[in-house]
């Protein structure tokens, strides 16, 4: 649907945090177009880089962003898999317009309402995707979410799923190594692969 994510689905996103460039650099040789990281930080010393000698490659921050990293994060990604508050879809917002950038983003969902964990609650994903649209003017084209790590994952993949549809939205970020098949089944597009692709970190 965006021009940031073409291809066919669902894509392989290569959760490479805790791996070092040369492991990503090998990837991107092999044909892999998407890497997840997790910290801003440790991907302004990575990323860069790889885009530089693979600029094809598609770049996704999936894990939890704070307004005052926002525009690093604006400037290093294509995609931001991760808003989950208004404040961060007015940052992120605000940034790609001050540095004319298109970043493509999702809103990441806590369907487990698990305290320790980033995303909004079920309950406020309305809410926040109506500020997303008609204040922040952001224009979330998914959901993403990681189920409870000692719970039967389904329930939480078709849930997120409901949720895309009743919002009109056609990415689904859903499954990492453990449950990516069970992911697939209920319609993952992105996959975020990181200790199946890149071995332990
Ligand atoms: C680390 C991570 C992954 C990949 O996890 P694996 O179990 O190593 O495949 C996927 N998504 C997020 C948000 C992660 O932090």
Redesign the pocket.
């Known amino acids: 649907m965006s021009r940031l994510m073409p291809g066919p689905r669902p894509r392989l996103v290569g ?1 490479s ?1 805790g791996q070092p460039l040369s492991i990503l650099m090998e990837a991107a040789g092999l044909g892999l177009a998407d890497f ?1 990281e ?1 910290r801003v930080q440790e991907a302004a010393g990575k990323l860069p880089a790889l885009k530089a000698a693979h600029p094809q490659v598609i770049l996704h921050l ?2 939890p962003l704070q307004s005052n990293k926002a525009a690093e994060a604006v400037a290093l990604f294509d995609v931001i898999q991760t808003i989950d508050r208004p404040k961060i879809a007015d940052a992120v917002a605000h940034e790609a317009a001050k540095q004319g950038r298109t970043v493509a983003t999702l809103v990441q969902v806590n369907t487990g309402e698990e305290a320790q964990k980033g995303g909004v609650a079920p309950r406020e994903l309305g809410g926040l995707i109506r500020h997303c649209r008609e204040v922040a003017g952001l224009d979330p084209v998914g959901l993403m979410a ?1 189920p409870p790590a000692h719970e039967n994952p389904a329930p939480h993949f078709a849930l997120l799923k409901q949720l895309a549809e009743e919002y009109g939205m056609g990415e689904l970020s859903m499954g ?3 449950d990516f098949a069970t992911a697939i089944r209920f319609g993952a597009t992105y996959v ?5 692709l890149f071995g332990p970190r």
Request: glycine share 26%; aromatic share 0%; proline share 0%.
């Open positions: 959760a945090k997840g997790n999936i894990g990681v990492m190594s453990g975020r692969i990181g200790t199946r």
